[in-house]
T-cell receptor, first 114, second 112 residues
Framework: GPKVLQIPSHQIIDMGQMVTLNCDPVSNHLYFYWYKQILGQQMEFLVNFYNGKVMEKSKLFKDQFSVERPDGSYFTLKIQPTALEDSAVYFC????????????FGKGTRLTVV | SQLAEENPWALSVHEGESVTVNCSYKTSITALQWYRQKSGEGPAQLILIRSNEREKRNGRLRATLDTSSQSSSLSITATRCEDTAVYFCATGWGANTGKLTFGHGTILRVHP
């Protein structure tokens, strides 16, 4: 079936440094999302992105976070600077439409900020 | 408080048995989705049931939706070891239901 690929699968970074998480969404999908899951907690919506713009973001999407998808390449989540509480698994997802539709998730990137 | 919550927290069955996971939610929805997440993987959608639907099937899976009580159930018949996973219900609202609200999930273990 369709796959969302996330690179890397694990990342360890020093607090205060910048990190970029990369996502290769399903090829014909138009809507892109990032979710955050802290160990032992439920997955939480961060942001969605369509037509080159952020459509909606949650309160977890701090000012240090940014997303982009330049020229149809990777959909990226950048955190600058990172903080200890950013340690989590970040899931990228995509869907063809924004309505009631199947959302495909990647396997996640485990980010550890030390 | 959680906007979507599954119960029970965990279930343990033997292969071949049937199992049901329940979900309660607190907001109006346009659709409710059931996802399964196996260890080391992202969530995979199992069933999407819209607010005007009462039941949906997908192979051994059956989902129900009761909007009056704001609850849903996911039943799995003839369980297999590979059904071992965390099961989530996720709710969405409006034109952009790609924004999903997940519960904590129910851990299901299916033993041989």
């Amino acid at each position: 079936g369709p796959k969302v690929l996330q690179i890397p699968s694990h990342q360890i970074i020093d607090m205060g440094q910048m990190v970029t998480l990369n996502c290769d969404p399903v090829s014909n999908h138009l809507y892109f999302y990032w979710y955050k899951q802290i160990l032992g907690q439920q997955m939480e919506f961060l942001v969605n992105f369509y037509n080159g713009k952020v459509m909606e973001k949650s309160k977890l999407f701090k000012d240090q976070f940014s997303v982009e998808r330049p020229d149809g390449s990777y959909f990226t989540l950048k955190i600058q600077p990172t903080a200890l509480e950013d340690s989590a698994v970040y899931f990228c997802a995509s869907s063809f439409s924004g309505g009631s539709t199947e959302v495909f998730f990647g396997k996640g990137t485990r980010l550890t900020v030390v | 408080s959680q906007l979507a919550e599954e119960n029970p927290w965990a279930l343990s069955v033997h292969e071949g048995e049937s199992v049901t996971v329940n979900c309660s939610y607190k907001t109006s929805i346009t659709a409710l989705q059931w996802y399964r997440q196996k260890s080391g993987e992202g969530p995979a959608q199992l069933i999407l049931i819209r607010s005007n639907e009462r039941e949906k099937r997908n192979g051994r899976l059956r989902a129900t939706l009761d909007t009056s009580s704001q609850s849903s159930s996911l039943s799995i018949t003839a369980t297999r070891c590979e059904d071992t996973a965390v099961y989530f219900c996720a709710t969405g609202w409006g034109a952009n239901t790609g924004k999903l609200t997940f519960g904590h999930g129910t851990i299901l273990r299916v033993h041989p």
